[in-house]
């Protein structure tokens, strides 16, 4: 058996890797994070994920008012260090530049989405959750799998700590007043 060599644009650069880079690298694979000038990739999706992305993707443009839009697994750029990638976002339409744009400012971003993989456990429920939190997102969303059902933790932006505050745990359906009206049917994952 061989063993290819170690790309040598995978090789972190003094300082780490940037932003920009998730750009500029070759042969990344989809989906790859920058998480403290680190790269991140991510295992093949599995079908929870991708039905929970697509339910919560889909409730969201329902709800979402005119001005907002809905992005699924879009990179959000938090700093020179930090460009993760959101299941799902809801920016301002404001931050909708072109078809081209491969990343959103957090100053456009009212809402992140994580679904916790098990490879992706520790980012999703800590670091992820800080980095968005001192970027001033105002809504934070974490979709844990419990027995096969998803179960939505929300949270909201405490402005005097710069921390989230968990707001509301649900199960089978998603009905909230903030950011915006939304109404999501979780069982749907069940139908699709």
Excluded at 15 to 33: I, K, Q, S, V, Y
Excluded at 78 to 91: A, F, I, K, N, T
Excluded at 178 to 185: E, G
Aim: charged letters at 25%.
């Amino acid at each position: 058996m061989t063993v290819e060599a170690f790309p040598e644009w995978l090789r972190p650069p003094p300082g780490g890797f940037t932003a920009d880079d998730l750009d500029r690298l070759p042969n990344l694979p989809p989906h790859t994070e920058l998480i403290d000038g680190g790269l991140f990739f991510v295992s093949p999706q599995r079908a929870f994920h991708h039905l929970v992305i697509s339910v919560l993707s889909n409730g969201l443009r329902d709800a979402v008012p005119g001005g907002l839009r809905v992005r699924a697994e879009m990179t959000v750029t938090l700093g020179r260090h930090q460009r993760p990638e959101p299941d799902v976002l809801v920016l301002d339409a404001a931050g909708v530049t072109d078809l081209n744009q491969t990343t959103y400012q957090p100053e456009h971003v009212r809402l992140v989405v994580e679904v916790v993989s098990p490879d992706s456990v520790d980012r999703d429920r800590v670091r992820k959750p800080l980095l968005y939190a001192e970027a001033g997102i105002p809504h934070f969303w974490r979709v844990e799998n419990v027995e096969d059902r998803p179960v939505v933790y929300v949270h909201e932006l405490d402005p005097a700590t710069r921390a989230y505050a968990l707001t509301g745990i649900h199960h089978d359906r998603l009905k909230l007043s903030v950011p915006f009206d939304i109404d999501i049917d979780l069982t749907e994952i069940d139908r699709l």
